[in-house]
């Protein structure tokens, strides 16, 4: 008998699977087929849904905590899909002893969040199971927005750029460095963060197509599955990549590839030729997107490829193994 | 250290506590401060916004399961707000190991719920956590709907009739009946439903004030609870509380109250004393209201009073302790 397991939970192939074979097969909505990280409602006024649950393990880490990450991922998955993030709700699932301090901790932090966002958070719902049965707390939140600017793979053209809104790895290392008890130095927090205001900015541009948050499957991934959405492909550069020192060498010490970590507080922005220094000089006027790089185009040949420091050409493809389960 | 207890999810009164000491602390959301099940939405076109957890154990029970239970939870939150559901949202939290077959069950009757209901699951998320942090599988839905009916305890008077749409207890004494292994031989299942095509009939009518699924916590909380924020009371008489032989007979047996058991297909209808007859009429057509009755009248007094069967007064209170956890 088929079982679930922790790899059908990591965004890569083994997700893609469950979910086109079965989640999809059952679930026939043509806003679900579209398969992005906010659905487009028809008969409401340009209404955009999202959800995502919150596992991440441990629950507080640096940078942030599982409350600040329920938030600003289910902002940014509403932003990317071209909205304005408007409403959250809030869905506990908490262990029975589990501290009521560290919960206030929590839900202090996601109102500290939405209200940075501009967000407000309108329902909510509580439920306890018993010791054992979960891990401290679960968080679902699902989010409502106002579509301002339809944005689609289908609408990604050969030679269109591929911009990345700053360094990519840091919440990957920073969960994996809170979790274990390296004797490490680092100043490494997670990026999680809302990022609707860094992002809306770029609603403006004609050129805009496609934007993507690189959470579970990291930068890899995601630009796998929006190639293969569009049928087209991605040629990157090694070299134009952000990714901190102190991440590379956490990656080469414990065998990690940036590429597939997950990110909170990043996105893959693909503008036309046209449009992208503009894209460039508006998110590097962002604190959020200081670091932004232009690390690629698209291709009509429909590979992502990546072009290594070192010169050579490798391709890439859907996140296979979950080094990092329960990163979000 | 406080630490969260079973009874903070029992949806009685420690569950209100939590929700007034610490959500409501934070989230300050006009909307959240009403406190009712489903949320009003400004800026949209009378959106109608809410979100339930489901931790039901066991996960499969006779009339049901937890993707039944999923489905008609959030449609009913949205119904008994007055609004028209439209949208649901599903987050699947899934334990390592847990069987595919069994998954595709749950999955499969949440689609025949939501197509029996007329709504569409337009937005996923899929988590899954080590065998252990778990119960088998957690489903989050949110749902989104249109207001067409604004609905609330403030405009419930004195004078007003309170009508239940069926049977009260059947969730409660199924799932209970589910989880032990009695010698009782019964035909009881779970009410489970989506009450949208029953409810909506009622929209209609001038006179119709407030509804409310008394899911946790029983007719008798969502009565206390009421009651409190109308200012008023209420006396009902416990000849007319529609109860099953054989849900009266288990309860009797371990020492359950029906008044607090929980519902999963049952609404308690507030409407005024000129149309109570049209809306037990319309409720006692369709199948899922055939049982429908008048059981009691809101009253000045602030107190939600039971007139026994043997003529005395017994004066009703939020649930105290949580009898049966992960009942939803």
Same mark, same amino acid.
């Given at each position: ?78 932003? /990317?899909? #071209? ?6 709700? $809030?869905?506990?699932?908490?262990? %029975?002893? &589990?501290? @009521? +301090? ?61 911009? /990345?809104? #700053? ?6 290392? $920073?969960?994996?460095?809170?979790? %274990?008890? &390296?004797? @490490? +130095? ?77 990110? %909170? ?64």
């Amino acid at each position: 008998m088929k079982k679930v397991e922790i790899g059908h939970g990591s965004g890569g192939k083994l997700t893609k699977e469950l979910v086109e074979n079965l989640f999809l097969k059952y679930f026939s909505s043509p806003a679900l087929h579209k398969l992005s990280d906010s659905t487009y409602a028809p008969g409401f006024n340009k209404l955009a849904i999202t959800t995502d649950s919150y596992v991440v393990q441990p629950l507080f880490f640096p940078g942030g905590n599982i409350g600040k990450l329920a938030v600003s991922g289910t902002v940014n998955d509403l932003t /990317v899909g #071209g909205a304005l993030p408007k409403y959250l709700t $809030a869905g506990f699932i908490i262990e %029975e002893g &589990f501290p @009521l +301090e560290e919960l206030e901790k929590i839900v202090s932090t996601m109102a500290e969040t939405a209200k940075e966002a501009g967000v407000e958070i309108v329902a909510g719902d509580t439920k306890v199971v018993e010791k054992g049965k979960c891990d401290g707390v679960y968080i679902n939140t699902a989010g409502v927005g106002q579509v301002v600017r339809e944005l689609s793979p289908k609408l990604i053209k050969p030679g269109d750029k591929v911009i /990345v809104t #700053g360094t990519i790895g840091d919440h990957g290392i $920073a969960i994996s460095l809170a979790r %274990e008890e &390296f004797e @490490l +130095e680092t100043t490494l927090e997670s990026d999680c963060a809302p990022l609707n205001s860094l992002l809306v900015s770029l609603f403006e541009l004609p050129g805009l197509r496609f934007m993507r948050d690189p959470t579970r499957g990291g930068l890899a991934t995601v630009l796998v599955e929006v190639c293969e959405s569009a049928g087209l492909g991605a040629l990157l550069y090694e070299e134009k990549i952000p990714v901190r020192e102190d991440v590379k060498f956490v990656c080469d010490m414990l065998g990690y590839d940036p590429l597939y970590l997950a990110n %909170e507080g990043k996105a893959v922005v693909i503008v036309s030729p046209e449009d992208s220094q503009r894209a460039l000089e508006i998110l590097r006027s962002h604190p959020l997107g200081k670091n932004a790089q232009l690390i690629g185009e698209i291709t009509q040949d429909p590979h992502v490829l990546l072009k290594t420091e070192v010169g050579g050409m490798r391709r890439l493809e859907l996140l296979e193994e979950d080094s990092l389960p329960r990163i979000c």
